[in-house]
């Protein structure tokens, strides 16, 4: 996933406005990688840019003080970090008071995606069928369409197969084991 070049400018902004940066610009590469790793799937689902310049703010602040931390320039100290260098710090109680609101990322999949996790279900669903012929007293056709289409947990299945739950567990433990033995072959 690439950054937009907005957001790339955002997170150049962000770093180099923080007090930390001064005295410490030889490391502008290494605050911004960690910056980016921390935020960049987060950055595609946060709607507005007001949450988002505030969330990257508390982001590149956590960052530049890894990294500061990884690099010997900060020492833990009795009431948290100090510069080995004086640097100031800023004040972390100041972000207690960010709202950050999240809307789900609208990844649309491909034709090939599509494709392959329907030849994956089809997969499980004919090992299923070839498991339930060499064990028919098993049951495990109806077992499957208990617990994975219909959603019911092992009590409601021991209950309905009028079973055990300890045997429903054994037996869905051992399906799995058959259908994994399929994608393993």
Known sequence: MELAQDKIDLIERIIKNDRKYL?????YDDFFNETCKRSLMIIQTVSSDVTLESYLKKVAATSILNVLKNEGRLRRAGGGYQASKNL????ENS???INVEYKAADIPETPEDLAVKKNILQCIVDSVYE???RFPEKNYL??????YRKGLTQAEIAYEMDI?????SKRLFKLMNEVKKTFNN
Do not use: A, I, P
């Open 23 to 27: 005295s410490n610009e030889d490391l």
């Open 88 to 91: 100031s710090l800023d004040d």
């Open 131 to 133: 498991v339930n012929e």
């Open 142 to 147: 109806k077992l499957y369409h208990l617990r």
């Open 95 to 97: 972000w207690s008071k």
């Open 164 to 168: 055990s739950q300890s045997e429903v």
